[in-house]
């Protein structure tokens, strides 16, 4: 990847964390950890992979996207903000009671937003259905959801893991958010989902491994899943929970609390803002 | 057709339906459970195999898959019993077609306790219930093979999520070709004074029985038919708890929060009388023939006559 792109992809991640930081801290509550782990995956999904208009969100062969992993939608909200499809200044709003941003994402009344989500399990069944429908319709555009590895503890993964391979969903890329923590603790600990990658492989998926906070490994990653035809693609992207803020980096406390006001300054500076 | 059959499930409509509107709904797509022999919705694979998937032994998925098909244009009718498509899927239907409003079709087959010998397991006797609760959720439980298939075709001209309900066991035809069938709008079976009794599905032939057994006494009961329960044809429920004075609701579901429970809701605010609920009580089924199970419930016609009386004895 040229240095400009990256450094353009860097720089639009980095706001994608300040507006994770400061929607939590506005709302007072909140998912930063699981949220700051997929800045880097949105920036590159949402300038260089997805086809996507933010002056027409619902352009006909626009590439679909679901956030199963829908508590952390305000990596997702500050990601549509940065691009452009509603002001960054109304991330401050997130959970408030007048604000159309929900505390998961509510695609009737937030631009850009495919589906709602935020019952563990459900996002990839539903990117089925939107991957089958391009298909039945000769439509040519892709099909992206991210999930959690803890959240691959639900069945319903697994159900709609067998019919992704069966209908042979080539047009869907799955992007597994490899944190390695949920709420109770290490996923390792809690009830072991472990191993992704032989799981996927023997359901029958294309798997590919990838650094989710290194562009270059995301570039391959992603153009891997495009050129693989017949089966779908699930991403292991190992990430770490909390980047680019320390204090969070790697915490499990981290899940779904918003920083106080020290922390909230401390985040921020650490992200380049002069608060 | 209802001077040739005499008799038909309304899962049988429900296969015929689907198969019949794929020719003239070409975004009309179904999805099944590896029941499509049972839910009948076989009948619509062969005729359409590649508008017909089949999810596995996977409700939850399949619920989900319906939404992204909605979601790209598809009008999705995602089958299998009630029991699984309502019950073990219920948290699908809620957040994955209810809160975003999709125009998923969900079509619940062997409702309530005329499952028959399978027994209690597959007894769906809460489905009409758990949907109620759902904002926006339409629910249609017709009552005979004619009504099955016009609310298949309402369903798939309605925008929005809608469930219905359709039965294993075959009951009797009701109504002929000229029949119009509206969402939302009850239907006025037969005129009466003393009770009013208000069914649904199945239950609607075993309230005119009752009405036979009830004129032969002297008593006048009107006859209602609601196929959609939600929304509930409130101004015809309220005119005939005006007319009669008291009311008994009549259906193949739980007493609780079902057409009873709707009804009770809608007339204590509006025209509190006295309304008693036939339905299976606060139990589970239990395996039988379904003829000799509607009796065994207290759901058959003589059972519905004995509580107009005791509806009748609660006026004032």
């Known amino acids: 990847m040229d240095q400009q792109l990256k450094a353009k992809l860097g720089e639009f991640a980095r706001q994608v964390r300040i507006g994770i930081i400061e929607s939590t801290f506005q709302a007072k509550s909140g998912h930063p950890g699981g949220s700051l782990s997929i800045a880097d995956i949105f920036s590159y999904l949402y300038n260089v992979e997805m086809n996507i208009d933010p002056k027409d969100p619902k352009m006909e062969n626009r590439d679909r996207f679901v956030l199963s992993k829908g508590h952390t939608a305000p990596a997702l909200y500050s990601t549509l903000a940065n691009r452009g499809f509603f002001p960054v200044e109304d991330l401050k709003t997130l959970r408030k009671t007048d604000s159309y941003l929900q505390g998961h994402p509510d695609m009737k009344h937030i631009p850009g937003v495919d589906m709602s989500s935020g019952s563990l399990g459900q996002g990839v069944a539903v990117a089925n259905g939107l991957a089958l429908g391009a298909k039945l319709k000769g439509a040519d555009y892709r099909v992206y959801a991210i999930m959690g590895d803890g959240e691959s503890e639900e069945g319903e993964c697994w159900e709609a893991a067998m019919f992704a391979a069966h209908y042979k969903l080539d047009n869907l890329c799955v992007i597994l958010d490899s944190n390695g923590l949920q709420i109770d603790g290490p996923i390792a600990d809690v009830i072991g989902p472990a191993p992704h990658d032989e799981k996927y492989r023997a359901f029958g ?24 035809k017949g089966k779908p693609s699930i991403i292991i992207a190992h990430s770490l929970k909390g980047k680019g803020v320390s204090f969070m980096e790697g915490s499990v406390g981290w899940h779904g609390k918003a920083p106080n006001e020290d922390e909230y300054k401390q985040a921020l500076a650490e992200l380049g803002v002069n608060a | 057709m209802a001077d040739v059959v005499e008799k038909m499930a309304t899962r049988e409509a429900y296969g015929k339906a689907l198969a019949e509107f794929g020719a003239k709904y070409e975004n009309l797509v179904v999805l099944d459970a590896d029941l499509a022999a049972a839910t009948k919705t076989g009948v619509f694979k062969k005729a359409f195999p590649d508008r017909f998937f089949d999810c596995g032994i996977a409700e939850n998925d399949m619920i989900n898959v ?99 309900r359709f039965g294993r066991y075959a009951t009797k035809i009701l109504f002929d070709e000229n029949y119009k069938f509206e969402i939302g709008k009850g239907v006025q079976m037969a005129e009466g004074k003393d009770v009013a009794i208000i069914a649904t599905g199945l239950e609607v032939e075993q309230a005119l029985i009752a009405r036979d057994l009830l004129a032969n006494e002297g008593i006048s009961a009107s006859v209602v038919n609601i196929a959609t329960i939600k929304p509930l044809d409130e101004d015809l429920v309220v005119a005939n708890a005006q007319k009669c004075g008291c009311v008994v609701t009549c259906e193949e579901h739980s007493v609780i929060g079902g057409l009873g429970g709707a009804v009770c809701e809608t007339l204590s605010a509006k025209c509190p009388v006295p309304v008693l609920r036939v339905g299976v009580e606060d139990v589970f089924g239990r395996s039988g023939p379904a003829k000799e199970l509607i009796s065994y419930y207290g759901l058959d016609g003589a059972s519905i006559a004995a509580k107009c009386k005791a509806a009748i004895a609660l006026k004032k």
């Not at chain 2, 029991?83 to 309530?112: D, W």
């Not at chain 2, 010998?117 to 339409?138: F, K, S, Y």
């Open chain 1, 205 to 228: 998926w294309n798997v590919i491994d990838a650094d989710a906070h290194d562009f270059d490994s995301l570039e391959k990653a992603f153009a891997a899943a495009r050129a693989c």
């Open chain 2, 66 to 164: 319906a939404c992204g098909l909605a979601l790209s244009g598809f009008i999705p009718f995602a089958s299998s019993f009630a029991m699984f498509a309502a019950g073990r899927s219920f948290e699908q239907v809620r957040n994955g077609v209810g809160y975003p409003h999709l125009n998923v079709k969900i079509g619940g087959t062997h409702g309530g306790i005329t499952v028959g010998e399978d027994g209690a397991t597959h007894q769906c006797n809460e489905d009409i219930a758990l949907m109620r609760t759902i904002p926006g959720m339409v629910i249609l439980n017709p009552a005979d093979g004619v009504e099955a298939r016009l609310a298949v075709e309402a369903a798939i001209n309605y925008y929005g999520p809608v469930y219905l």
